[in-house]
């Protein structure tokens, strides 16, 4: 399969930031669609995979015609997983021009500063932001805080029988603290006790010392609200201490990334509040081997959902039979039992969100 082009000469306006190099947008009639994602930093491996998960769902739509009669075009807007890369970089992809829609970001405390630049620009996104505060600034495929704190709270309460907990958390993004009072409520509220609440700052070589003060508690269980470098760290911590504590980690360090860096045995011993696996979808064996025989490789965790936002933000154009924001939103507001890799897809118009979520 050929693959589509990410970025084209000929362009006037360069995007900050690109893992490719400088990235330029052609004037022409190509449709093109932003993929904003952290291709650079200690989130570029999970980027990566969400590019080509775009880039697959834009050379199937091309190989059936294209929309509307135009080649779709991917073109990678790296924020690497921070807003003070991010907003600059949706800043210049958006004065070229030429977007007509976005896919991404990923991270809630990038999205909380770039989706309302694409809405008030009249660009579309189909983020994979969970913060609920990005609820309305477009649409997700992928759970929100609301959706995600039920789960990861069954999971310690009914699934582990803690009564005891501690969490760890991301002090600085948005999602994990949000994550963190959620689930500290739904603790409360279920008789269990949090017994330590701590907050870490991301990018530490070892977090050893964090651990250990949260052991001190003897909590049942330690969560880990943190992103995967952060989350594997944590377990592999938990690993090499013996704690006698179980090891939870939250749906943000659900990536290949966690597995890669912890090892399988530590993986293994702090499980991940996650959604289904690109090859755990119901009927997606077909989509895994097109993805593999594609890119050579086994797709990404968030794969799936930048393939089925393409797609999905595509069936809002092709229902439209435009590209403008009002027209597009008129169409996937109404979407229930839309289907892709993923599933079923229903939206609530009120928040743009999916419900159920997967």
């Given at each position: 399969?050929?693959?589509?082009?990410?970025?084209?000469?000929?362009?006037?306006?360069?995007?900050?930031?690109?893992?490719?190099?400088?990235?330029?947008?052609?004037?022409?009639?190509?449709?093109?669609?932003?993929?904003?994602?952290?291709?650079?930093?200690?989130?570029?491996?999970?980027?990566?995979?969400?590019?080509?998960?775009?880039?697959?769902?834009?050379?199937?739509?091309?190989?059936?015609?294209?929309?509307?009669?135009?080649?779709?075009?991917i073109?990678?807007?790296?924020?690497?997983?921070?807003?003070?890369?991010?907003?600059?970089?949706?800043?210049?992809?958006?004065?070229?021009?030429?977007?007509?829609?976005?896919?991404?970001?990923?991270?809630?405390?990038?999205?909380?500063?770039?989706l309302?630049?694409?809405?008030?620009?009249?660009?579309?996104?189909v983020?994979?932001?969970?913060?609920?505060?990005?609820?309305g600034?477009g649409?997700?495929?992928?759970?929100?805080t609301?959706?995600i704190?039920?789960?990861?709270?069954?999971a310690?309460?009914?699934?582990?029988?803690?009564?005891?907990?501690?969490?760890?958390?991301?002090?600085?993004?948005?999602?994990s603290?949000?994550?963190?009072?959620?689930?500290?409520?739904?603790?409360?509220?279920?008789?269990?006790?949090?017994?330590?609440?701590?907050a870490?700052?991301?990018?530490?070589?070892?977090?050893?010392?964090?651990?250990?003060?949260?052991?001190?508690?003897?909590?049942?269980?330690?969560?880990?609200?943190?992103?995967?470098?952060?989350?594997?760290?944590?377990?592999?911590?938990?690993?090499?201490?013996?704690?006698?504590?179980?090891?939870?980690a939250?749906?943000?360090?659900?990536?290949?990334?966690?597995?890669?860096?912890?090892?399988?045995?530590?993986?293994?011993?702090?499980?991940?509040?996650?959604?289904?696996?690109?090859?755990?979808?119901?009927?997606?064996?077909?989509?895994?081997?097109?993805?593999?025989?594609?890119?050579?490789?086994?797709?990404?965790?968030?794969?799936?959902y930048?393939?089925?936002?393409?797609?999905?933000?595509?069936?809002?154009?092709?229902?439209?039979?435009?590209?403008?924001?009002?027209?597009v939103?008129?169409?996937?507001?109404?979407?229930?039992?839309?289907?892709?890799?993923?599933?079923?897809?229903?939206?609530?118009p009120?928040?743009?969100?999916?419900?159920?979520?997967?």
């Amino acid at each position: 399969m050929k693959t589509t082009r990410i970025a084209v000469a000929l362009a006037t306006v360069a995007l900050a930031g690109s893992a490719l190099g400088t990235t330029t947008i052609a004037h022409d009639d190509n449709l093109h669609i932003g993929l904003e994602a952290p291709l650079t930093g200690s989130l570029a491996e999970l980027g990566d995979g969400m590019l080509k998960g775009a880039q697959l769902a834009a050379d199937q739509l091309n190989e059936a015609g294209g929309v509307l009669g135009r080649t779709v075009e991917i073109v990678p807007i790296d924020d690497g997983g921070d807003k003070t890369i991010g907003v600059p970089a949706v800043q210049a992809a958006i004065a070229t021009g030429v977007l007509e829609g976005v896919v991404g970001p990923y991270n809630s405390g990038v999205g909380i500063k770039t989706l309302p630049l694409y809405l008030d620009a009249g660009i579309l996104p189909v983020h994979l932001t969970s913060d609920d505060s990005t609820s309305g600034l477009g649409y997700t495929l992928q759970p929100k805080t609301y959706q995600i704190a039920p789960v990861a709270a069954q999971a310690l309460t009914t699934w582990i029988g803690a009564t005891k907990v501690g969490i760890i958390y991301d002090g600085t993004q948005n999602y994990s603290v949000g994550i963190a009072q959620s689930l500290q409520q739904l603790l409360a509220d279920a008789g269990v006790t949090v017994v330590a609440y701590e907050a870490i700052q991301p990018g530490l070589a070892d977090y050893a010392d964090v651990v250990a003060t949260v052991e001190g508690f003897e909590p049942d269980v330690i969560y880990a609200d943190v992103y995967a470098p952060e989350g594997a760290l944590i377990a592999k911590a938990m690993h090499e201490s013996a704690s006698e504590a179980a090891c939870l980690a939250d749906y943000s360090s659900f990536d290949d990334t966690y597995i890669t860096n912890a090892g399988i045995e530590v993986a293994m011993s702090c499980p991940v509040v996650g959604v289904p696996a690109p090859g755990d979808f119901l009927g997606s064996q077909s989509y895994v081997q097109v993805y593999t025989d594609a890119f050579g490789e086994a797709p990404g965790a968030w794969s799936p959902y930048t393939y089925d936002s393409v797609r999905f933000l595509v069936a809002g154009i092709n229902g439209a039979k435009a590209t403008d924001l009002a027209s597009v939103k008129a169409v996937l507001d109404q979407v229930k039992g839309w289907t892709g890799w993923t599933g079923d897809v229903a939206i609530d118009p009120a928040t743009g969100d999916r419900n159920p979520a997967t």
